[in-house]
């Protein structure tokens, strides 16, 4: 039996083992940087495998070590995200979640079960392949800093160094069974924006008296879009987006201060800092010249995400060899962030789409939705498919 074939009767026989895994966590959610109970069952499910080595790192990941013959020919690493949200899950699934307010909705539980998963057949085929695969388990993605950041630090990327790294995540937009590629500039870069106007409040009836901070954060709103709608290249996607807005005045008070909430995404480092620095201008001088202050903070997310072309490339070619041309889809440009970024902005990437929807079983919800689930039959195909890539990977 060739390599393709036993990595899929592999897959197959561990399906049931692994959906079960997969509802195990998602009966079991834990938010991001607390993933205690997670970690220790992840290490416990290790423990009882062939890995050669195993560590701990930022506290709630988890580092496995899997060599085959001649361990240092090359390095290939493969990553998972352990998280969960605060979301409280609709879902009347058996294995819904018992943690009150806390959801897998992003599919990390799919990510972590598929990537047990690759782990146990990858321990099976221990004397099939030469090289090393390196198995990430890393918390909170989906907080800042990410936990992909605290990783990096701590050295995930060495000791030893992989040559190439991918990871997969849930796609409820594509059907189960098909996958998703896409080279080069594939995810945004996501800045926080908290912005504070303050001016002079009282009786709504006497504005020559007051500086009306509605009014400055109303001109605020409008002339920043001439960042991305003006200044910004045509070439270089960006949005701006303003989310929350609180003033907490009455029909016939203005309040001193109002509050404003948003978010800035690109594709270009450069562009993303002198945006950040055009905005500030702008919206303190519109303060200024209206007579009110502007207190206007980034906070500084996750970069862009880039997918290494020839490795994205070679990799989808891979995916159509393992699951037919039919199957293995291009993907768009997508504003979300992810903090699987910061990898790639060290390390040859891949991060590609595992379709899970079905809409003959209803199964349509985005991710971030408390009604988000998944065709487990995705599974399968998640935990052969990461694996084929691995070990293809490894023979160039
Ligand atoms: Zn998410
Ligand atoms: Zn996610």
Same mark, same amino acid.
């Given at each position: 039996?060739?390599?393709?074939?036993?990595?899929?009767?592999?897959?197959?026989?561990?399906?049931?083992?692994?959906?079960?895994v997969?509802?195990?966590?998602?009966?079991?959610?834990?938010?991001?940087?607390?993933?205690?109970?997670?970690?220790?069952?992840?290490?416990?499910?290790?423990?009882?495998?062939?890995?050669?080595?195993?560590?701990?790192?930022?506290?709630?990941?988890?580092?496995?070590?899997?060599?085959g013959?001649?361990?240092?020919?090359?390095?290939?690493?493969?990553?998972? !995200?352990?998280?969960?949200?605060?979301?409280?899950?609709?879902?009347?699934?058996?294995?819904? /979640?018992?943690?009150?307010?806390?959801?897998?909705?992003?599919?990390? !539980?799919?990510?972590?079960?598929?990537?047990?998963?690759?782990?146990?057949?990858?321990?099976? +085929?221990?004397?099939?392949?030469?090289?090393?695969?390196?198995?990430?388990?890393?918390?909170?993605?989906?907080?800042l800093?990410?936990?992909?950041s +605290?990783?990096?630090?701590?050295?995930?990327?060495?000791?030893?160094?992989?040559?190439?790294?991918?990871?997969?995540?849930?796609?409820?937009?594509?059907? *189960?069974?098909?996958?998703?590629?896409?080279?080069?500039?594939?995810?945004?870069?996501?800045?926080?924006?908290?912005?504070?106007?303050?001016?002079?409040?009282?009786h709504?009836?006497?504005?020559?008296?007051?500086?009306?901070?509605?009014?400055?954060?109303?001109?605020?709103?409008?002339?920043?879009?001439q960042?991305?709608?003006?200044?910004?290249?045509?070439?270089?996607?960006?949005? +701006?987006?303003?989310?929350?807005?609180?003033?907490?005045?009455?029909?016939?008070?203005?309040?001193?201060?109002?509050?404003?909430?948003?978010?800035?995404?690109? +594709?270009?480092?450069?562009?993303?800092?002198?945006a950040?620095?055009?905005?500030?201008?702008?919206?303190?001088?519109? *303060?200024?010249s209206?007579?009110?202050?502007?207190?206007?903070?980034?906070?500084?997310?996750?970069p862009?995400?880039?997918? !290494?072309?020839?490795?994205?490339?070679?990799?989808?070619?891979?995916?159509?060899?393992?699951?037919?041309?039919?199957?293995?889809?291009?993907?768009?440009?997508?504003?979300?962030?992810?903090?699987?970024?910061?990898? /790639?902005?060290?390390?040859?990437?891949?991060?590609?789409?595992?379709?899970?929807?079905?809409?003959?079983?209803?199964?349509?919800?985005?991710?971030?939705?408390?009604?988000?689930?998944?065709?487990?039959?995705?599974?399968?195909?998640?935990?052969g498919?990461?694996?084929?890539?691995?070990?293809?990977?490894?023979?160039?």
């Amino acid at each position: 039996m060739d390599l393709k074939d036993r990595i899929k009767t592999l897959s197959n026989q561990f399906s049931e083992e692994i959906i079960g895994v997969r509802r195990h966590l998602h009966a079991n959610p834990e938010l991001s940087f607390e993933e205690y109970n997670t970690a220790n069952y992840i290490r416990e499910f290790l423990g009882k495998l062939p890995i050669d080595q195993t560590d701990e790192m930022a506290t709630t990941g988890t580092v496995a070590i899997i060599k085959g013959k001649n361990p240092d020919r090359k390095i290939v690493a493969l990553r998972a !995200d352990i998280d969960a949200l605060p979301i409280l899950e609709k879902n009347t699934a058996p294995y819904k /979640s018992t943690n009150e307010g806390v959801m897998h909705a992003c599919g990390h !539980d799919v990510h972590t079960s598929s990537l047990l998963g690759v782990a146990k057949i990858l321990c099976a +085929l221990k004397n099939e392949f030469e090289g090393t695969v390196k198995l990430i388990f890393q918390p909170g993605e989906e907080k800042l800093p990410g936990g992909a950041s +605290l990783m990096i630090k701590e050295g995930v990327l060495t000791n030893p160094s992989p040559k190439s790294l991918f990871g997969q995540h849930v796609m409820p937009l594509l059907p *189960a069974g098909t996958v998703g590629f896409r080279p080069g500039m594939y995810m945004a870069s996501a800045d926080e924006i908290y912005v504070t106007v303050t001016g002079q409040g009282g009786h709504a009836a006497m504005p020559e008296t007051l500086v009306d901070p509605i009014v400055v954060t109303a001109y605020i709103i409008t002339a920043l879009q001439q960042v991305v709608s003006r200044m910004a290249s045509p070439k270089i996607p960006s949005v +701006l987006s303003f989310g929350d807005i609180e003033g907490k005045g009455a029909t016939n008070v203005i309040p001193s201060e109002v509050k404003l909430k948003g978010t800035f995404r690109t +594709l270009n480092e450069e562009w993303r800092m002198e945006a950040h620095a055009k905005m500030k201008k702008m919206a303190e001088g519109i *303060a200024e010249s209206m007579g009110a202050t502007c207190d206007f903070n980034i906070m500084k997310g996750y970069p862009f995400l880039a997918n !290494d072309e020839q490795l994205t490339n070679r990799s989808k070619s891979w995916a159509e060899e393992f699951l037919g041309k039919d199957k293995v889809v291009d993907l768009d440009i997508w504003m979300a962030a992810e903090d699987f970024a910061f990898y /790639s902005h060290h390390i040859d990437s891949c991060f590609y789409r595992l379709g899970t929807r079905n809409d003959a079983k209803g199964i349509t919800s985005g991710v971030h939705t408390p009604t988000f689930d998944i065709d487990e039959s995705a599974l399968e195909l998640g935990v052969g498919l990461m694996t084929w890539l691995a070990l293809k990977e490894l023979t160039i």
